[in-house]
Every structure is written in structure tokens, then in C-alpha cells.
């Protein structure tokens, strides 16, 4: 195997990470609307994710500064190709991030409520644009000679494209509802073990479908395996969720994220961003990659650092790993209407 093999592989292992991490806090955001009902407990599942979510989007960071340094060209196409959807997932990350930090700034139920529903919209849309995103990867799209982008917007926005939005979106919430459940007491976590079950039909149906079709299209061995481990890993975590097995039903819907992205990334390869015009003008991991001094370089650096991040996350997990509920916060009153907590 030569580096710029070991670099999509390292490349997919970011991506994996950053899908697993950030998919569940995406998945919290979008249910502070559909079950949390006062502000307690939005502040309740918010509160889940306080520590961690910036932390998660830091395998965002890491997976885009590979990619622009061990495969150059392939970013050059991606993120002028795809800049308009991209622009739109760093707006909701910045507004996210803000709303996460302001939220709390002032009491006023307008401004809490504000910031809540910006939580809900950039959980939402990141989650169903980075699915679009990839299913045009593996698709293909219009390149030409030049290594140059030269579609549209709507072509980006194909029926393919499209149902792999909302399997993300499905997927990210399943995952999220899990996590809820696993993190929280009372009646918010019998909720969110509900809210598992129902979005993890979803899932299970549209992913199915979406997963079939990029097998056919795409596929081969060793994507086939990875997609039949993700939708075994996804019954699973329906059924451990049935049987209130919260902890297993997390790291099931987590294994679901990591064997879906594996398959698409197996699918992929040798190509990064296949060219629908001509086969022949495909960025593949051999024509986009840097040279190989610079490959090197990274792997050494590579090696050095992942592990002491890596500590250090698992340190913030364990650190934080006790449920909340609404007891816990400050000047909650369990009398009040549930619309007026």
C-alpha cells in the first residue's frame, strides 16, 4: 500500500470520526423541538452536548486540512464545486456555535427561544447537506480535463443526492435520540427512547434504499460487507433501544454511522471525485494526491499527534459521562406548565 492510500484511509477515518461525533449533537439539536417540551428540558439536552460539541467539530478541522494536504486537487474540486451547500454548513456552524454560547447570556424567554430555534435550524441542515454531499462524491459529478467543476447547483441536487440527505438526517437523529436517552433521567429519557424507535424505522427504511442503490451503482466486496454490517448494526441498536440497553443502542447506531460511511467511502475508491463526463478525467488518490516527501511528513506528524488527541476527547467523555435531567437545573420549577418552565 502506498501513502496516498494510507491518506484516503486515514482521510475516511476522519470523516468516520467526524460523523460519529458530530452526528449525535446534530441529532440533539434537531430534537430540541420535537421532544423537549419547556425550556427545562431544551436546556436539558443542550446541556448533553454542552461540553463536547466543539470538541466533535474538531475532526471536521482535521479531516479538511488533510485533505487539503494529502490530496490538494481533490479539495480544489470539492470546495469550489460544491462551495454554495459547503458556505451553507459553515454559516450553521458558526451560528450554532454562537447560539450554543449566547443562548444563556440572558434571561429573556424571546431571546432563549431565538437561539433555541437557530440550534434546531443549523443541526437540521448540516445534517441533510453533508449526506447531499457525499452522495454526489461517490456519484460523480461534472469534471472536466482541467480537474475543474463545471455543473450547477441543481445538479447537485439529483434524486440520489437528495434521499442521501435524508438519511443523514434520519441517521444523525436516531443517533441523537440514543445518546439523549443514554444521558438524561425521567420522563425526557422515555421520550427519547420513543423517538429512537420511530426515527430508527425511518432510517431503516430509507437507508435501505439508499444503500441498495449505491451498491448497484458503485459497489463492490467490500462495500457490500460494510453495508450489510450497517444495517445488521442498526436492527441492533433498535432492538437494544427496545430493551432499554441504552449503552449498546448507542454504540449500535454509532456502528451504523461508521459501517454506512466505510461503504461509501469503499465504493469510492481509487477514486476521489469521479468525473461523470469521462472516466478518463476522475480525480483518483494517485492523480490528486501531494508528492510523496509531503505524505511522509504527515504521516510522521500523524503519528505523533492523533493519539494524544484522541486521549484527550476520550478524557472530556469521561469526565462528563453522568445523566442530567431537569432536577439538575438552577431555578426550575417542576410545578410550572410545561410551557412556561
Request: charged content about 15%.
Amino acid at each position: 500500500m502506498q501513502l496516498h492510500d494510507v491518506w484516503f484511509v486515514l482521510i475516511a477515518v476522519l470523516w468516520i470520526g467526524y460523523f460519529f461525533l458530530e452526528g449525535f449533537d446534530f441529532g440533539i439539536g434537531v430534537l430540541t423541538k420535537p421532544l423537549a417540551r419547556n425550556t427545562a428540558e431544551r436546556r436539558v439536552l443542550i446541556n448533553t452536548i454542552g461540553p463536547v460539541w466543539d470538541g466533535n467539530e474538531v475532526w471536521l478541522l482535521t479531516a479538511g486540512g488533510a485533505t487539503f494536504a494529502a490530496f490538494p486537487d481533490w479539495y480544489a474540486t470539492l470546495f469550489s464545486g460544491f462551495y454554495i451547500p459547503l458556505l451553507v454548513i459553515l454559516v450553521c456552524l458558526i451560528i450554532r456555535g454562537v447560539a450554543f454560547e449566547y443562548r444563556a447570556k440572558r434571561d429573556g424567554a424571546r431571546w432563549q427561544r431565538n437561539w433555541e430555534e437557530a440550534i434546531f435550524w443549523t443541526s437540521l441542515l448540516p445534517a441533510f447537506l453533508w449526506g447531499v454531499a457525499f452522495a454526489n462524491i461517490v456519484r460523480g459529478v461534472d469534471i472536466d480535463a482541467q480537474k475543474n467543476y463545471i455543473g450547477t447547483l441543481w445538479d447537485l441536487l439529483n434524486p440520489y443526492a437528495l434521499l442521501g440527505g435524508l438519511v443523514t438526517l434520519a441517521l444523525f437523529t436516531l443517533h441523537g435520540s440514543v445518546f439523549a436517552a443514554l444521558k438524561t433521567v425521567g420522563e425526557i429519557r422515555e421520550r427519547a427512547r420513543r423517538a429512537a424507535l420511530l426515527s430508527g424505522l425511518v432510517t431503516a427504511v430509507l437507508a435501505l434504499a439508499f444503500l441498495i442503490w449505491t451498491q448497484a451503482d458503485h459497489g463492490n466486496g467490500r462495500s457490500l460487507a460494510a453495508m450489510i454490517v450497517a444495517m445488521v448494526a442498526l436492527l441492533g441498536a433498535l432492538a437494544a433501544n427496545q430493551l432499554g440497553r441504552e449503552g449498546w443502542a448507542f454504540s449500535l447506531s454509532g456502528a451504523t454511522i461508521v459501517a454506512a460511511v466505510a461503504m461509501l467511502f469503499l465504493a469510492l475508491f481509487p477514486d476521489v471525485m469521479p468525473s461523470t463526463l469521462n472516466p478518463d478525467w476522475s480525480l483518483t488518490v494517485s492523480n490528486a494526491a501531494s508528492s510523496p516527501y509531503t505524505l511522509k511528513v504527515m504521516t510522521v506528524v500523524a503519528a505523533i499527534f492523533t493519539p494524544l488527541v484522541l486521549l484527550y476527547q476520550g478524557w472530556t467523555y469521561w469526565v462528563f459521562r453522568k445523566r442530567i435531567g431537569v432536577q439538575h437545573i438552577p431555578g426550575h420549577n417542576p410545578a410550572a406548565p410545561l410551557d412556561q418552565a
